[in-house]
């Protein structure tokens, strides 16, 4: 099917050539194939979605657009490796922005929105703090009440940025607890509903145990807008003016000419806009979401200088 | 009776068996290619199965795990290559095997061991997925940090001739599995400031590197020592692989104790192959009658490992169907193939999607007598590997070994590793330093960190008597260490 295509693509190709020849082609960008920097390993959620997005971009941009995974450091070594590439628009990267906000600033690595040009965001991982649903408090006032009478409620961290976030939560309330450390998004389920912490972060893997109540989820730690499973619980933004949102982001290494953003945004927002992206995203019950490069690029900024300044405090 | 046809209804066409066919073909390739494993073959198929139907999809990828999970035997045995961690003990008996002119043999063993243990396993989760949800969902992080400890002793009964050697080597491999960013507070341990170190060493790239090319120059060495000697190291296969009534009989036991082996630990989470694969090579090292063979070529070491690393496959979807939980990495990926497919792993599949599930059961039961089948008409194919004169065969192995070790990471830092570790692999061979308890140790060190540190939260305000399971592994572990304490004192200073 996929030679079909590119075929297909050849053809017509061939065909505009023809139509164009003894004109000054304007904008030619792209005149070969794009390569997408994954940052993750293969099938996981962030790269489920690029692949979705890809196979638009492919139609709208008449180009082959391949992805090559480049795991390690939660994203941070594929970056690197995006921003070391020449800003052509011949290598962009399709990630989850964790990978250039916070990892980098726990990591100490000298790496931030202002080294890349964002293309624009697609999705919304649906990040927030849950329990086991047989946990002896419902919803979040609940759990603060009774984080509060249990000095050294147990809570389960994933990596720096959930422990920082969670510290200043924890300030605000004036709440003590004690940090299980972990490692990885898929362990966060059993642990809760195995009683090994009362209360964990989530990057969105919680949602297929909603439905049989193994799992509720007590807070919304997205920076703006409301979860798409549990639209009604409150947010930590609005209550601690903290969050860890993540969004799935495409990137170009910064100095992009303006001809060559403008035709990748058009055929990000393409590809956001259509039915095989809606597909994927509602199979893994994530939201679409889709922002421009302008409101992207000012909404990270934003998040990044609240992560600094709550990081260094 | 209305189920077992719903089952053969949804497995048993055409398109699905050949789906699983090209699966268990594809995957057996895979696995013979030393540093392709199952993992990354399943991770890359994912993708390619997006226009199939779900069972089809699932079948077919199933079928490259289990092939590849086979297949990594091939290059085991035949060239002491093994794709994957978990087949790293198949080599020990097997590779000795194939240069005593019994490849042939070494394989028909693993092929057999493999599919008993695959389809025994495959029953096992058909009829405990629903029960075994209520037991694995008590595992918790102090119960795993017992089965942790309890997996270092394996150290000891995998050591060989000296019991410091191999300590010394399993510290090694805990010392250098600490590099990377510490999961809590992100500092960085042993990385030099890189950014590729962040996560650690890569551990394919390790075996790799430890296991097939070291074991390339010790070779080189042989050759060229050999040709100055003017006789060429004798590799012929023309001997049957058929094994006698006798030898049949002997099998039986690793076989079985490797199949219950395999299925208990992909039950539990997060355990994974390699550890599976160990204990059920020392444990039927254990239990044999003549121990001293193991590692010199008994066809025993071979099936314990084998059926254990193939058992692994079906039983870690146990916990993946019944509770959303992984037991391996394979089941992770496959987790993300479900996904895909609109298939959520957990507690709810069985009643969301119970067709799904029918089919499912289905293909995995056909997978079984299709890697049989293939396994054994690929056969002759793949003995030719080892007829390959040595210059090609070193090209070869090196070849692949650096393919393998770029395509875990997608970057030339891995082939560097590797190479690396090629250098210190050969000196651990011309000391005798076991290698194994090294990869033990690289493997188990930072799970066993994290699991003690967990436990140690977990049980502030508690007591370690509200865990059952965790005081059993730990009974268990100090009997095991208190006899390896009073053989080595037998032995130090006689019995007394």
């Not at chain 1, 941070?76 to 990630?95: E, F, H, R």
């Not at chain 1, 947010?235 to 993540?246: D, F, I, M, T």
């Not at chain 2, 405990?128 to 694995?136: E, G, N, Q, Y």
Request: proline share 5%; glycine share 12%; no cysteine.
């Amino acid at each position: 099917m996929q030679i079909l295509r590119n075929l297909l693509v050849l053809v017509a190709g061939a065909f505009a050539m023809t139509g164009l020849t003894g004109q000054p082609a304007l904008a030619d960008y792209p005149e070969k194939s794009i390569t997408v920097i994954v940052p993750t390993k293969a099938g996981g959620g962030v790269d489920t979605q690029a692949r979705a997005l890809v196979a638009v971009m492919e139609e709208e941009l008449g180009q082959p657009v391949k992805i090559v995974n480049k795991p390690g450091a939660g994203g941070t070594v594929g970056l690197q490796q995006l921003m070391a590439m020449k800003p052509d628009g011949y290598t962009i990267s399709m990630n989850a922005s964790v990978s250039f906000l916070q990892n980098p600033i726990t990591q100490g690595l000298d790496m931030g929105v202002d080294d890349f040009a964002v293309i624009g965001t697609t999705g919304a991982f649906q990040t927030a703090l849950v329990a086991s649903g047989n946990a002896p408090f419902e919803g979040w006032d609940e759990f603060v009440a009774y984080a509060k009478a249990n000095p050294g409620t147990k809570w389960y961290s994933l990596g720096k940025a959930t422990v920082v976030v969670m510290q200043a939560i924890a300030k605000a309330e004036g709440i003590e607890m004690d940090i299980v450390p972990g490692q990885g998004g898929a362990t966060v389920a059993p642990t809760l509903i195995a009683g090994d912490a009362d209360v964990s972060f989530s990057g969105g893997i919680h949602a297929k145990f909603l439905p049989s109540g193994e799992l509720q989820v007590l807070l919304s730690t997205l920076a703006s807008g409301q979860l798409m499973a549990t639209p009604d619980v409150p947010n930590s933004q609005e209550l601690y003016g903290v969050s860890l949102a993540n969004n799935m982001t495409v990137l170009a290494p910064k100095g992009l000419a303006a001809d060559v953003l403008a035709k990748l945004e058009a055929a990000v927002e393409k590809a956001a806009m259509s039915d095989r992206y809606a597909e994927t995203m509602d199979k893994i019950q994530y939201p679409v979401t889709y922002m421009n490069s302008a409101d992207s690029t000012s909404q990270y900024l934003a998040d990044e200088a609240g992560f600094k300044a709550l990081f260094t405090n | 009776m209305d189920t077992l046809s719903t089952v053969i209804e949804l497995s048993l066409t055409p398109a699905n068996i050949a789906f699983v066919s090209l699966g268990l073909f594809i995957g057996y390739i895979v696995g013979a290619v030393p540093g392709m494993g199952k993992a990354t073959a399943a991770a890359i198929a994912i993708p390619l199965t997006y226009s199939m139907a779900p069972v089809s999809a699932i079948g077919f990828l199933v079928g490259i795990a289990k092939g590849s999970t086979a297949g990594n035997a091939v290059s085991a045995i035949l060239i002491n290559t093994p794709g994957e961690p978990s087949s790293v003990p198949t080599a020990l008996d097997g590779y000795p095997l194939a240069r005593q002119g019994k490849g042939r043999k070494a394989l028909v063993v693993a092929l057999v061991a493999s599919t008993i243990g695959d389809f025994l396993a495959t029953w096992l989760l058909i009829f405990l997925t629903a029960p075994l949800a209520d037991i694995a969902v008590r595992i918790g992080k102090v119960d795993l940090m017992a089965i942790l400890v309890f997996a270092m002793t394996f150290i000891a009964a995998l050591s060989g001739k000296s019991l410091s050697k191999g300590l010394i080597a399993g510290l090694v491999g805990i010392i250098l599995a600490t590099i990377g960013l510490e999961p809590e507070t992100a500092v960085q341990r042993l990385t030099f400031g890189s950014v590729r170190l962040f996560d650690g060493l890569p551990l394919i790239a390790i075996a790799i590197g430890i296991v097939a090319v070291a074991e390339m120059i010790i070779q080189l060495e042989e050759h060229l020592a050999a040709k100055r000697k003017g006789d060429a190291l004798d590799r012929g296969q023309k001997q049957s692989g058929w094994l006698s009534g006798a030898e049949w009989r002997r099998i039986a036991r690793p076989i079985a104790s490797g199949t219950a082996v395999g299925s208990f630990v992909g039950i539990l989470p997060g355990l994974g192959a390699a550890i599976a694969s160990f204990a059920s090579y020392g444990l039927a090292r254990r239990l044999s009658k003549d121990p001293e063979s193991f590692g010199k070529g008994n066809i025993e070491g071979v099936a314990a490992a084998e059926s254990a690393d193939n058992a692994v496959i079906p039983s870690s979807l146990i916990p993946l169907l019944a509770m959303g939980i992984p037991g391996s990495v394979i089941a992770a990926i496959l987790a993300a193939g479900f996904t895909m497919h609109g298939i959520i792993p957990g507690p709810m599949v069985m009643r969301d999607s119970p067709d799904f599930m029918l089919g499912l059961f289905g293909s995995l039961l056909i997978a079984s007598p299709l890697m049989l089948a293939i396994g054994l008409l690929g056969m002759r194919f793949f003995v030719r590997v080892i007829a390959v004169p040595f210059p090609f065969l070193f090209t070869g192995v090196l070849f692949f070994s650096v393919t393998g070790a770029y395509l875990q990471s997608g970057e030339t830092f891995g082939v560097f590793v590797m190479l690396a570790f090629g250098l210190v692999g050969y000196f651990l061979k011309k000391f005798e330093f076991p290698f194994v308890t090294f990869i033990i140790g690289f493997i188990i060190g930072p799970q066993l960190e994290l699991a003690v540190r967990q436990s140690l939260v977990i049980l502030k305000g508690g007591s370690i008597f509200e865990h059952p399971v965790a005081i059993g592994f730990l009974v268990l572990t100090f009997l095991v260490v208190g006899r390896i304490g009073l053989a080595t004192r037998t032995r130090l200073w006689g019995a007394t």
